[in-house]
């Protein structure tokens, strides 16, 4: 089985029914290539939602640089686009990076053909932990390799490869108050928890999750009046640190099926 498609799988619990969410809204949300305008606007939750308004993030910027880009996958709500600029800001004064930035949203949100299952509404993003490589041309970002940094035998870091700086991106992103969960393998999680914080608050929002050894996703919350916009309940209290079980990598799993909102139908055809 192809593991990007089951690492998307694996990372929410179920398996996307892409032929479903697309049929609610009358096509291939990736044969869209540019948004609408519009006020911003998130319909649905983050594994079933469209979007208006949305901002193409630019390809490079201080402290990151987008790969991928011919996936056409880099918009997201302002918010989203706002949070990744700021966090390139700080990496950069620290001295971390550049990072590299994974998919974000299609232009006008909606299920993805392949990939992933959330990543719908403009609010999740994917940084690499690789953060070794310079500043490079738009062409060489294509294809890049992501080392995956857990034995998927023993289910530990691979220590020559897992760092310090891995572990201070991981905090620095979870520090803006606009985020509501990044996703990361248990092992990650594991060592996070075992290492000295002088705030360890944001702990909480660090969750373990399947197939998340070579990136982390961050989710943001719905932004504020954003009214169609549908958040997950949030994270259980407390720093999530104890018991934390090797992240399992199942072959498959059932699902419910997922439709987009009906409002997503004019989103689509205009």
């Not at 700021?86 to 006008?108: F, K, T, Y």
């Not at 990939?115 to 738009?138: A, K, T, Y």
């Not at 905090?171 to 060592?191: L, N, S, T, W, Y």
């Not at 009046?225 to 549908?230: A, I, R, W, Y």
Request: net charge negative; hydrophobic share 40%.
């Amino acid at each position: 089985m192809n593991r990007l498609v089951l690492q998307a799988w694996a990372a929410y619990g179920i398996l996307a029914t892409f032929a479903a969410t697309a049929d609610a809204a009358g096509g291939d949300w990736s044969s869209v290539t540019g948004p609408l305008p519009g006020e911003p606007r998130i319909i649905g939750e983050h594994g079933a939602a469209c979007l208006v308004g949305a901002v193409q993030l630019p390809p490079e910027g201080v402290g990151y640089q987008a790969v991928d880009l011919q996936r056409n996958r880099h918009y997201g709500h302002p918010d989203l686009v706002d949070y990744i600029e700021g966090l390139g800001r700080r990496l950069e004064e620290a001295g971390i990076g550049p990072m590299l930035v994974g998919d974000m949203a299609q232009p006008r949100g909606g299920p993805m053909s392949y990939g992933h299952v959330s990543h719908q509404s403009g609010l999740d993003v994917d940084i690499w932990f690789r953060l070794d490589l310079p500043p490079l041309e738009r062409s060489e970002r294509e294809g890049i390799e992501q080392p995956i940094l857990v034995d998927e035998a023993t289910g530990e870091l691979d220590s020559t490869r897992w760092t310090s700086q891995q572990a201070e991106l991981i905090r620095m992103a979870a520090q803006d108050p606009r985020v509501a969960r990044i996703f990361v393998d248990g092992a990650v999680k594991r060592d996070l928890c075992e290492r000295e914080w002088d705030d360890r608050s944001w702990l909480q929002r660090i969750r373990p999750w399947p197939f998340h050894d070579e990136h982390l996703h961050v989710r943001l919350r719905c932004p504020v009046g954003s009214t169609e916009c549908v958040d997950q309940p949030a994270p259980p209290p407390g720093e999530g640190c104890k018991a934390i079980l090797p992240t399992p990598r199942p072959e498959a799993m059932a699902s419910p099926q997922r439709r987009l909102p009906a409002a997503c139908a004019a989103v689509f055809a205009q």
